[in-house]
């Protein structure tokens, strides 16, 4: 299953949405890198990942999401994890990933 | 009972996603729950990503081999890259997060037992096991 990202950018909230659809993964999270850095020099805000369709995430895909992050808090910003399947707050609970992005 | 399935697999981030598939669907035959099948497939995908980035040569491939017996499954990954020193695997520091270092901590985490063996030049092992549990 590959991944498919919809983006939109929310103008009340101030913050750009992802819908990741599919698994995130080694072959796969260059592309999320590429989309919200891209996406982020356009627009710099927060960012909200919706997870609802989000099958898997491996570490190289959480290494990309703390890679932004640490981009977003030079200017205080955030990366808000959207509902997120059992098996991914379970990879976010254990690395403690869960404690510096906000859970939604 | 003990049967063995091998793959081999050229060292490149698109085959990895054979590797977890084929995990996932034999941990179900044997009569995982949903969350032991999802910590497998997690673990042989990381163990994977750690053989294809800091393991082989781009002309490798490397092996894994999954072993079913009555009462565990056990998946060895071996590549034939340059190794890593498996003590200076740290665990997360959320003071500091790193992009990168995650895996093995991760596999740790969400196996029942992990053996780790790692030769300057030789390349990598990883072994990992996990037990069928009697459901309550």
């Known amino acids: ?104 | 009972m003990s049967e063995n399935i091998s793959i081999s697999l050229p060292s490149k981030p698109e085959y990895v996603s054979i590797a977890r598939l084929t995990a996932s669907v034999i941990a179900n035959k044997m009569g995982f729950n949903v969350e032991d099948i999802e910590d497998i497939k997690v673990a042989v995908g990381e163990a994977c990503n750690n053989a294809v980035l800091h393991g082989n040569q781009d002309d490798n491939n490397f092996d894994v081999e999954f072993t079913v017996q009555d009462d565990s499954f056990i998946i060895e990954i071996r590549d034939k890259g340059k190794g890593f020193e498996v003590d200076k695997c740290p665990e997360p520091d959320l003071c500091a997060p790193k992009e990168n270092g995650l895996g093995i901590f991760i596999i740790k985490s969400l196996m029942d037992e992990v053996e780790i063996e790692s030769f300057c030049g030789k390349g990598t092992v990883i072994k990992m096991f996990k037990y069928l549990k009697e459901e309550v």
Not at chain 1, 20 to 42: A, F, M, Q, W
Not at chain 1, 51 to 57: A, H, K, Q, S, V
Not at chain 1, 89 to 101: A, V, Y
């Open chain 1, 1 to 104: 299953m590959a991944l498919d990202i919809k983006k939109s950018f929310i103008d009340d909230k101030n913050l750009w949405n992802f819908e990741l659809i599919g698994e995130v993964d080694i072959y796969t999270s260059p592309e999320l890198k590429e989309i919200i850095s891209n996406s982020l020099k356009e627009k710099e805000s927060n960012i909200r990942l919706d997870c609802e369709r989000l099958e898997y995430i491996d570490s190289t895909g959480l290494g990309v999401l703390i890679g932004i992050l640490k981009t977003l808090k030079r200017s205080e910003r955030d990366i808000i994890i959207a509902n997120p399947k059992s098996n991914i707050s379970k990879l976010l609970k254990i690395t403690g990933l869960d404690k510096i992005f906000i859970m939604e």
